[in-house]
Every structure is written in structure tokens, then in C-alpha cells.
């Protein structure tokens, strides 16, 4: 499906900001100190804010707010002076902060037009930043700065089993699956984590995954799993990072890792707005039966790094594993195939489709117009 790890560019700055200054020039310790002292107070403005926005005109006033308080923060940020061998690498952080926020603005501005491509193309530009900006977290000794405050994640509500819905069975329990996921995560190699992936998926690049071994996965608990079906998430803590891991049912009944998203306070909640998402899932099926691509990039997650806008005037869903023409047609063959909702949380919505005799996983991703198209697997039934 393509779907690969990644976070929203608010959740990126939510610890950004500083204040502080120095006279004498402090030793690493003390400089360290300060920066983190000052991202924390940072990020109770940040937490201030209230939780993210999803409906656009909320998104963009909230992504005016979050650049607003950057901007006063940086100025005091840079009042922080760094042991003479520091300077030049917490110059280079300073830089890559201030990048994020004008990632930041233009994500806002992308959101008020209702901009999708731009705004796929802000969290890819975000999510750059970001890889570069970790390595220098630890290279300045920082423990606060560039994580993200820990937001208490709250008691999960397990979903309840989807009733009347049919679909193929897990041969494991999820807790299986994210125990394979620590282990991979403590050997440190990136051919145990790609071994997790799901089958229909590419290899994880090699940067992308030292990013993600080095980052969310190190040290990560698990604090609360779900299954929904053949979807099932993990809400992973590993003390300054909270992320989702999720999992979509693969050969064999295994759970396959399919992404994994920087989440503070957890997924597996009551979700805030659900209105849409089974409209949304139903136009989207809509849209492919009739070859309409307009109306299938209008449904597609802005959250989502998959890439499967159309660009001709067809659906297509074009893939290496040529599972997405697959689907297309089955869909095409199938008129009376329906989408069935196997569950939903604060992160993402899941659905059943049955269509010419195969059986897929649909995802939704909520973002900041609501839960939308985000990717699709293929299963096995029996």
C-alpha cells in the first residue's frame, strides 16, 4: 500500500520554542539544562492551545496560532548561548526550527485554500526537516527539545467486535505482533523491522528506518492495543515520544506492521467527529467504479505519504504489487460490493470491502478535513 512512518508538522513544533539567556559561556551540562528548561515551557503554550483542529477553518486558525507563538519563542531561543564547540550545530537547530515553522505557515495557508497537493507536499518538506533535526538533539545533549512533551495517554476503550461483518480471522493476537515489533526495535537492525511489514508493502528505505529505531520505536512501551477486524493499532510511549503503530492482517493471519504515526495522548479513543468518514469511504468506492479521478484525489487523506492521486482522468491505483488494479477491478465487476465500517478511534477508520470474491482492508486517516482515504490492503479469507 505504500503507507510509511511519519507525523503532523503541529505534533513536530509542539516543543520547539525557547527562552533563556546566558552571561558567561556555560559548560555543555548547563547549556543543555537551559535549552531544555525552555523547550518545556515551550510546549505548555504549545498544549495550551487545545488539541489539534480538524475542520479547515479551525486547522488553519490553529496552525496561525502555533506560528505565531514560534515566532515569539525563536527570538528568545536564540538569547540561549552554547559552549563554543555547540555553537555552530545548535546555530544549524535553530535554523531547522525556524524552517519548520515556515512549514508550519504554509501549511495553514494550504489548509484555508483547501490545497491538497501543497499540503502533501508541506509534511513531506516537514518530515525532511524533521530527520535532520533529531541527530542534533542528541549530538547537543538535549533530552526535551525536539520530543514532544508527553500528553498523559488515557485508559483505552477497547472497540467492540464488529457485528454482522464478515471478514478473515487473525490467527495471533495483536499483543504477538508488537512484542516481534519491540524486539525489532532492540536489535536496532533494519531488516528485523522490514521482516514486519506487510507483505504488499515496500521495503522501508534505510534512513527511514534508522530514524524510526533511533527515535519512536527506542525504548517504546506498549500502553494500550486494539483490534478492529483485520486492523489493529498499538499506542506506543517510549518516555518523549507517543506513537500509533498499526497493523493490517496479512498471509497466514499474521498482522503485518503498515505505519507508524507520531500521536500524542493515544489513538484508541472515541473519535471527535465521525460523521463523514462512512460517506467519505462510500464516495471514494463510488469514485473508482466510475473512473472519476477528480472525485477519488478529493477524497484522499492529507495525513497520508501514500501517493495515490490520480493524474490522468481515470482511477488506476497503480502499484508495484499490482494489488490497486486488482481492487479496481473487482469493484468494477462487483456492483453490489459495499464498504463495511470495522471500526474507528482518534486516528483512523477501517472498513471491510468484499468485492468479486477478494477481501480488502480500506483506511481512512483522519486530518484536517476529516477522515479520509489513506490506503487499502488485500486479504485472504479462509
Not at 74 to 97: C, H, M, N, Q, T
Not at 149 to 168: E, L, M, N, T
Not at 319 to 337: H, I, M, W
Request: glycine share 8%; net charge positive; proline share 7%.
Amino acid at each position: 500500500m505504500g503507507m510509511k512512518s511519519r507525523a503532523r508538522v503541529t505534533a513536530m513544533l509542539l516543543a520547539v520554542g525557547a527562552a533563556g539567556c546566558g552571561s558567561d559561556e556555560p559548560n555543555r551540562q548547563e547549556f543543555a539544562q537551559q535549552a531544555d528548561k525552555a523547550c518545556r515551557q515551550a510546549a505548555d503554550d504549545f498544549n495550551a492551545l487545545g488539541p489539534n483542529a480538524n475542520a479547515p477553518a479551525a486547522a488553519a486558525a490553529q496552525s496561525r496560532q502555533i506560528t505565531a507563538v514560534v515566532d515569539r519563542e525563536i527570538a528568545r531561543f536564540k538569547e540561549i548561548e552554547a559552549p563554543k564547540d555547540l555553537e555552530s550545530d545548535w546555530k544549524r537547530y535553530i535554523g531547522l526550527v525556524e524552517q519548520l515553522n515556515a512549514a508550519n505557515r504554509r501549511r495553514g495557508q494550504a489548509v484555508a485554500r483547501n490545497d491538497r497537493r501543497a499540503l502533501a507536499k508541506v509534511e513531506r518538506d516537514a518530515g525532511r526537516i524533521q530527520q535532520q533535526r533529531l541527530p542534533l538533539v542528541q549530538k547537543l545533549g538535549l533530552k526535551v527539545c525536539g520530543n514532544p512533551r508527553p500528553i498523559p495517554i488515557s485508559k483505552p476503550q477497547a472497540p467492540a467486535p464488529p457485528r454482522g461483518v464478515d471478514f478473515p480471522q487473525p490467527s495471533e493476537p495483536i499483543v504477538a505482533a508488537v512484542t516481534r515489533l519491540q524486539q525489532a526495535a532492540a536489535s536496532g537492525r533494519c531488516e528485523r523491522l522490514r521482516s514486519l511489514q506487510h507483505s504488499d508493502d515496500q521495503p522501508i528505505p534505510t534512513a527511514v528506518c534508522r530514524q524510526i529505531l533511533l527515535g519512536p520505536l527506542r525504548n517504546a512501551r506498549p500502553v494500550g492495543t486494539a483490534e478492529y477486524g483485520t486492523a489493529a493499532v498499538a499506542d506506543l510511549d517510549n518516555g518523549q515520544l507517543q506513537t500509533t503503530a498499526l497493523f493490517v492482517l496479512d498471509e497466514g493471519g499474521r498482522w503485518g506492521l503498515s505505519t507508524l504515526l507520531g500521536n500524542e495522548g493515544g489513538s484508541i479513543k472515541k473519535p471527535r467527529d465521525e460523521d463523514r468518514a462512512d460517506a467519505n469511504i462510500e464516495a471514494l468506492v463510488g469514485a473508482i467504479r466510475d473512473d472519476d479521478a477528480k472525485a477519488f484525489n478529493a477524497l484522499l487523506s492529507e495525513e497520508s505519504t501514500a501517493d495515490f492521486r490520480e493524474k490522468g482522468p481515470g482511477v488506476k491505483l497503480a502499484n508495484t504489487s499490482r494489488s490497486g488494479p486488482r481492487l479496481v477491478e473487482d469493484l468494477r465487476a462487483d456492483e453490489t460490493a459495499r464498504p463495511e465500517r470495522l471500526g474507528i478511534n482518534q486516528a483512523f477508520a477501517f472498513y471491510a470491502l468484499e468485492a468479486d470474491g477478494s477481501y480488502y482492508t480500506l483506511i481512512e486517516q483522519l486530518g484536517p478535513t476529516g477522515y479520509k482515504f489513506s490506503g487499502f490492503y488485500p486479504a485472504k479469507k479462509g
